[in-house]
């Protein structure tokens, strides 16, 4: 969820198993360091269990590893209670970046890489999560982005993701066919964008 509405869901779900997930510099991850670390801070002490952490795609493909070491480093120190699932946005990165961005996670203490935000040029494949849990060691991979049947996500399970990230979750857990999302339409446009969302482009994890 947005930090928005951390306050809120925190009271709705205090003293229960579901835990609260929010989603920080989302979904583009420019934010410099000292943002994303207050951001992911107010979520926590709001009563945010999980942070959802887009890394900073600019600076990666710019080379300025510097800045993604920072921004893992000052988000971890910043939320030490929160479970921190960095998102690598494989469909828009070569191996190499994903390498060297999911070693420097590791280094800073993170406990998931995930795939996507599911607004990149792809979301969850097989091969992405495979190369995610050859690189990951001991922290879990999460599969993200255009995930809508079971079949699929045991797919990506078996690929070896140890969580799912979907917006169909009850059809996902009944064995059903999500319904297709609304095409994105914006102010002044008569027909949907392409690749809008729910368009079959980027889809929303």
Not at 120 to 141: H, Q, W
Request: proline share 7%.
């Amino acid at each position: 969820m947005l930090p928005f509405h951390v306050p809120l869901a925190a009271s709705i779900l205090a003293g229960g198993r579901v835990r609260v997930a929010a989603a920080v510099s989302f979904p583009g991850g420019g934010a410099p360091p000292e943002a994303k670390a207050l951001e992911a801070r107010l979520c926590m002490e709001q009563g945010a269990h999980e942070l959802d952490l887009v890394l900073n795609l600019g600076a990666i493909r710019a080379g300025a590893w510097d800045v993604v070491a920072t921004e893992i480093a000052s988000v971890r120190a910043a939320a030490p209670a929160c479970t921190s699932k960095w998102i690598v946005e494989t469909g828009a990165l070569t191996d190499g970046e994903i390498r060297k961005a999911v070693s420097l996670v590791a280094d800073g203490g993170g406990d998931y890489v995930k795939t996507s935000t599911g607004y990149g040029p792809l979301g969850a494949t097989v091969e992405s999560v495979r190369l995610l849990r050859a690189l990951a060691g001991t922290m879990g991979v999460k599969a993200s982005g255009g995930i809508r049947t079971r079949e699929w996500a045991l797919r990506l399970v078996e690929a070896g993701a140890d969580r799912i990230g979907t917006s169909a979750p009850r059809a996902v857990l009944a064995g059903e066919a999500a319904p297709p999302r609304p095409r994105a339409i914006l102010a002044g446009e008569t027909t949907p964008r392409a690749g809008g969302a729910g368009s079959g482009a980027p889809v929303r994890p």
